[in-house]
């Protein structure tokens, strides 16, 4: 099983390629305590948010980043 953060790391160079940029909760946010470590992926063309923003930022986890790339691949 890949570590959290090599499969982070694999996200980022995946999202990269397909135009799209992946953004963690800040370290320093009120955010981390209340919903633990969440990420955000928008879209470099646009600067859109097209995941991670569905009731609040950062919403999504490290396995919803990864189902979003199996969905962008297809």
Avoid: H, Q
């Avoid at 982070?8 to 990269?16: I, P, S, T, V, W």
């Avoid at 009731?55 to 297809?74: H, K, M, N, Q």
């Amino acid at each position: 099983m890949a570590s959290e953060e090599s499969r982070e790391a694999r996200a980022r160079r995946a999202l990269a390629k397909g135009g799209f940029r992946m953004f963690k909760t800040p370290a320093r946010s009120w955010r981390r305590a209340e919903y633990g470590v969440g990420y955000m992926i928008v879209d470099t063309s646009t600067n859109a948010v097209v995941s991670g923003c569905i009731g609040r930022l950062y919403s999504d986890c490290l396995d919803d980043v990864e189902t979003f790339l199996s969905a962008t691949r297809s």
